[in-house]
């Protein structure tokens, strides 16, 4: 006998958080905290070196001419990836499932996961390879046992990541902005970002990096300033909120201790993985970006890399703070709507549209720079042929993100994160000696000068 609809949801939900449950948290926590350690502690030794190296970015060429992009435009691009509607959407997502302690542990695990940014994007430099053009874990995993069957896993995966969650979700959370403040039909935005990433995808690398380079400072600033009134504004709520958040974290106002432990392990889970979600760190995907500049400096780049981490959870924090400073946290609304309930507070109608706007920017960001590694991976796959089938499948990744059921998306897009965290953290791991002696020989080197 068939399965009907609603059991199909229900084992498929169950089996998520089977996979998703306390072996994966305890698995990634432990993976953070040795790199953090691991290394030093690299996260605070570099953190004012990798402002400097954003802020003060050298002028000296860097690798090879025929590289796709530069370092700079590499941390541009991996910010533009971190930025994007896993912040908007997915914290106010991760409240309605873990409630407010969600926020404290996706900032903890930001913190751990800096060090496993460092860690990917190490080896991505360190193991490039000038004739496959492309880095991550698509190249470092090869020098494991079994590493062309891990390598090729990892990019089949990671192809499906980009074109889902770079993607579909991205469009997905733009269409319920839009929707929310103006109307307007799933299928006129289908259309719509079909031919928006038709005609980006067709300018090839350089107008996808181009794009991406002025997208990115926009949406910085616009959300900053934006956040930062609404947090002003709620000023006399902040210390209640930040108590909430780490007492929520932690207890539960449940009657059985059953459903406590229970409270505390949605929070932390969702915390995690809305934290990995936003800032991508464990993924590899950034390893991709830097692979791609044929760079000789892979520990500057890797402390580099470090701030997009740091960047994308200070921003997924203050989303998280406004929505509950603001009071509306547990209002019965999800994803995007929930974000611009709290926004609503304070700039009223024109919340709808400030939030539409910072989704539209943060989702477009994403989507335009996730272009670059689908791209990437797509030709990798099919050695440098087909690269318009490989453009036209992301246009209709776009399309169905209009159109699908939000959580639908996200529980698939946690599926693949999952794997690809697994195969990513796997291969740090085992060639952890790699990179601490990298770390070794930079630091020699810096007592040296």
Not at 24 to 40: D, E, N, P, Q, R
Not at 291 to 301: L, Q
Not at 415 to 429: D, T, Y
Request: glycine share 10%.
């Amino acid at each position: 006998m068939l399965l009907s609809l609603d059991s199909f949801n229900e084992l498929f939900n169950y089996a998520t958080a089977l996979i998703l449950g306390w072996p994966f948290i305890i698995f990634m926590a432990a993976a953070s905290l040795f790199c953090t350690i691991s290394y030093g502690f690299i996260q605070f030794k570099y953190f004012f070196s990798s402002w400097k190296m954003a802020l003060l970015p050298s002028s000296g060429p860097v690798g090879d001419s025929k590289a796709n992009l530069s370092p700079l435009q590499a941390f541009i691009n991996s910010l533009g990836m971190s930025l994007g509607n896993g912040a908007i959407a997915g914290v106010a997502a991760s409240i309605c499932v873990g409630g407010p302690g969600a926020i404290f542990w996706l900032v903890a695990t930001g913190i751990l996961l800096m060090a496993v940014r460092f860690a990917e994007v190490y080896l991505s430099v360190y193991f490039s390879d000038v004739h496959a053009r492309i880095g991550g874990p698509t190249i470092y995993l090869k020098n494991l046992f079994a590493g062309k069957q891990l390598a090729l896993l990892y990019t089949t995966l990671a192809l499906c990541y980009a074109n889902l969650v770079g993607n579909a979700i991205q469009v997905n959370a733009i269409s319920i902005s839009l929707q929310t403040v103006s109307n307007i039909k799933p299928l006129f935005i289908a259309i719509g970002m079909f031919f928006f990433v038709f005609y980006v995808m067709l300018g090839g690398a350089q107008r996808i990096l181009k794009i991406s380079d002025t997208l990115v400072p926009f949406k910085v600033g616009l959300f900053f300033i934006s956040s930062f009134l609404v947090l002003i504004y709620h000023w006399q709520s902040l210390f209640g909120a930040i108590s909430l958040i780490y007492r929520s974290a932690f207890s539960s106002q449940a009657a059985f201790a059953g459903v406590i432990g229970y409270s505390v392990q949605q929070a932390i889970r969702s915390g995690i993985l809305r934290c990995i979600m936003a800032t991508e760190a464990g993924l590899g995907t950034s390893g991709i970006l830097y692979g791609s500049t044929e760079s000789k400096k892979p520990v500057a780049d890797a402390i580099l890399s470090m701030l997009t981490v740091f960047i994308s959870t200070v921003v997924s924090f203050l989303v998280g703070l406004s929505i509950i400073v603001s009071g509306v946290w547990n209002c019965g609304l999800t994803s995007t709507a929930l974000t611009i309930a709290s926004y609503e507070t304070v700039f009223g109608f024109w919340g709808g549209i400030v939030v539409t706007v910072l989704s539209v920017s943060f989702g477009i960001g994403l989507i335009v720079s996730y272009g670059f590694i689908a791209r990437e991976l797509w030709l990798y796959f099919t050695s440098g042929r087909y690269e318009v089938a490989g453009s036209l499948l992301y246009c209709i990744f776009s399309a169905i993100g209009a159109l699908c059921n939000a959580h639908i998306l996200w529980v698939f897009g946690d599926l693949i994160n999952a794997g690809m965290i697994l195969l990513n953290i796997v291969g740090i791991l085992m060639l952890n000696r790699v990179i601490k002696d990298g770390i070794i020989a930079y630091q020699k080197s810096r007592g040296r000068s």
